[in-house]
């Protein structure tokens, strides 16, 4: 098992540019969530999957943010038109169904927007 | 709403010392408490958490949390800190979406460890 893996880790981009991030959770996890986490504060929730479903998203998540879970598998999180307040560590997570709080993190990807 | 304060931003400590990091939660309903610690360039790792039975909870690496309802705290501790322990703690609540839960995150407190 090699963890919940993140892709990019870094990304710089221009305002205005489109960018995609994608997360692979651990293999028998059914549930997946992404994070967003700014300097000095803590994860904040955005939205999560459970299979293929998207089941929740945060008022955070405007309408520039889509995420999707396409075969239950691995999962995309973009971005379009970005602004300067979208750059952040973008966190995804996954779990086992049923197991309240135990959340597995990956790396993250961190988003530079000039 | 349910949420987490973590008093203190940053705690330095000697080598040896008690670590005590502090976590005040409020919640309407009785809340799922965590721990996380976060090691640099690495993801956030489960510490320990409390699901409404033992009120004094033991997680890895020797940290422990004891949950009183009555200062509505869950503060975490561990007798002797070592260098390995710099990190950043953070404190999280869960409440129950559907079938699925989702945690709320504290701010976070960076504990330093010195010789």
């Known amino acids: 098992d090699t963890g919940v893996s993140q892709d990019p880790r870094h990304k710089i981009t221009k305002r205005g540019q489109n960018v995609t991030f994608r997360c692979d959770p651990i293999?028998?996890?059914?549930?997946l969530y992404w994070y967003r986490q700014t300097l000095g504060q803590g994860p904040e929730f955005l939205t999560y999957?459970?299979?293929?479903?998207?089941?929740?998203k945060s008022r955070l998540l405007s309408d520039r943010f889509s995420a999707e879970r396409p075969k239950g598998s691995f999962s995309t999180l973009e971005i379009q038109r970005t602004e300067q307040g979208d750059s952040a560590m973008y966190l995804c997570?996954?779990?086992?169904?049923?197991?309240?709080?135990?959340?597995?993190f990956g790396e993250g990807s961190r988003l530079t927007v000039l | 709403a349910q949420s987490v304060t973590q008093l203190g931003s940053h705690v330095s400590v000697s080598e040896g010392a008690l670590v005590l990091l502090r976590c005040n939660y409020s919640?309407?309903?009785?809340?799922?408490l965590f721990w996380y610690v976060q090691y640099p360039n690495q993801g956030l790792q489960l510490l320990l958490k409390?699901?409404?039975?033992?009120?004094l909870v033991k997680g890895i690496n020797g940290f422990e949390a004891e949950f009183k309802k009555s200062e509505t705290s869950f503060h975490l501790t561990k007798p002797s800190a070592h260098m390995s322990d710099a990190a950043e703690y953070f404190c999280a609540v869960s409440f129950l979406t559907g079938t699925a839960s989702k945690l709320t995150f504290g701010t976070g407190t960076r504990l330093q460890v010195t010789l």
């Open positions: 919640s309407s309903v009785p809340p799922y």
């Open positions: 293999s028998e996890h059914n549930r």
């Open positions: 409390y699901t409404s039975a033992a009120t």
């Open positions: 997570a996954s779990s086992e169904m049923g197991v309240t709080g135990e959340l597995f």
């Open positions: 999957f459970q299979n293929e479903a998207q089941l929740e």
